[in-house]
């Protein structure tokens, strides 16, 4: 039985096949899979919000898209994964509360699903598949043998890219 490693709030893991890597629980959060298709090095993100410059508690830098995307793809090329290969999948992003005066700074989900594609796209990581918005949780993984990211939810039909 594969390795199945859990990804916390706020953290990261990086792996090699045959591992599964896991995060629970993504409402607005984002869950963002970094993968090399020919060395199977990859890893998972579970970002909380999108720009560490924006708060004051600012040291945990797997918190923010910002700060731990390019941290995690630092630490997969160190494990020997080619950075001109690498593709990234995301789900998350969830507006999970309806707020009477919906502001923009209420969307959380909806601001840390661009900051990921904004800061992807800066650090030219292709996305080949999302599954964000809506207004429901969702539990992502992604088999570091074949790449596939699955995206499990309750009362909707499970994904897999």
Not at 100 to 129: C, H, T
């Amino acid at each position: 039985m594969p390795e199945l490693v859990k990804v916390g709030m706020a953290d990261y893991k990086v792996g090699c096949a045959p591992a599964t890597l896991i995060s629970y629980g993504l409402g607005s959060c984002i869950g963002i899979s970094i993968y090399d298709p020919q060395t199977k090095i990859g890893g998972l993100l579970h970002i909380m919000l999108p720009d560490s410059t924006q708060s004051r508690a600012n040291e945990n830098r797997a918190k923010f898209a910002d700060t731990g995307i390019p941290d995690m793809v630092d630490e997969i090329v160190a494990k020997g994964a080619s950075r001109s290969r690498l593709v990234a999948k995301l789900a998350g992003g969830s507006q999970m509360f309806v707020f009477a005066s919906a502001s923009d700074i209420m969307s959380v989900g909806k601001r840390n699903a661009a900051a990921a594609k904004e800061k992807l796209q800066e650090m030219k990581i292709p996305i080949v598949a999302e599954d964000t918005g809506g207004n429901y949780g969702r539990t992502v993984q992604i088999d570091l043998s074949t790449g596939v990211y699955k995206v499990k939810t309750i009362d909707k039909a499970d994904k897999e890219f």
